[in-house]
């Protein structure tokens, strides 16, 4: 079945480095695959989605590229913000019946000022 | 924000007694869901609907029935809530186009004493 593999958490960062969130998939056929973020206490949101390969997903400076060669879909930023301290999830989406979506794992990010 | 609450939010229980939780959209989409988030788990699909009265199991369904006798509503219950089943339970929507992302709702805390 499908499966979404995220690196473990968790990252702790100061603000301005550079972020990358590592997510590798297995899947059959062509998923869409998606970031989300849960800030503390709150439910999760899109941050960004591809839904073919090599698309770029791209939000509020994160972006992810969709590569079928490697099955990955990393999260960068170049420049991290407190504000951005949360819970990110990788998730695949394919299609079949429920339109449903497979998550990683999860990792945390923690950026100190 | 996509029109999704979830009542109640929070919740405390004793084991054997049975819960309903309530989910609600002002979206009028076609799919609707319900994850629980658990530590270590990321989030797992109990069960979906795809319309009204239509429903299907997902990956840990079992001690959970859901029902959806209107496009806005969907209620999951705990015939006897257990301990295992103390979570986060998070309802998402989504359009009815395949591979469409999910918009989710706020959550509710559950705890069986």
């Known amino acids: 079945g499908d499966s979404v593999t995220q690196m473990e958490g968790p990252v702790t960062l100061s603000e301005e480095a550079f972020l990358t969130i590592n997510c590798t998939y297995t899947a059959t056929g062509y998923p869409s695959l998606f970031w989300y973020v849960q800030y503390p206490g709150e439910g999760l949101q899109l941050l960004l989605k591809a839904t073919k390969a090599d698309d770029k997903g791209s939000n509020k400076g994160f972006e992810a590229t969709y590569r079928k060669e490697t099955t990955s879909f990393h999260l960068e930023k170049g420049s991290v913000q407190v504000s951005d301290s949360a819970v990110y999830f990788c998730a695949l989406s394919s299609l079949g019946a429920g339109n449903m979506l497979t998550f990683g794992g999860g990792t945390r990010l923690m950026v100190k000022p | 924000d996509a029109g999704i609450t979830q009542s109640p939010r929070h919740k405390v229980t004793e084991t054997g007694t049975p819960v309903t939780l309530r989910c609600h959209q002002t979206e009028n989409h076609r799919y609707m869901y319900w994850y629980r988030q658990d530590p270590g788990h990321g989030l797992r699909l109990i069960h979906y609907s795809y319309g009204v009265k239509d429903t299907d199991k997902g990956e840990v369904s079992d001690g959970y029935s859901v029902s959806r006798s209107k496009t806005e509503d969907f209620l999951l219950t705990l015939e006897s809530a257990t301990s295992s089943q103390t979570s986060v339970y998070f309802c998402?929507?989504?359009?009815?186009?395949?591979?469409?992302?999910?918009?989710f709702g706020p959550g509710t805390r559950l705890t069986v004493l």
């Open positions: 998402a929507i989504s359009e009815s186009a395949p591979l469409n992302e999910q918009f």
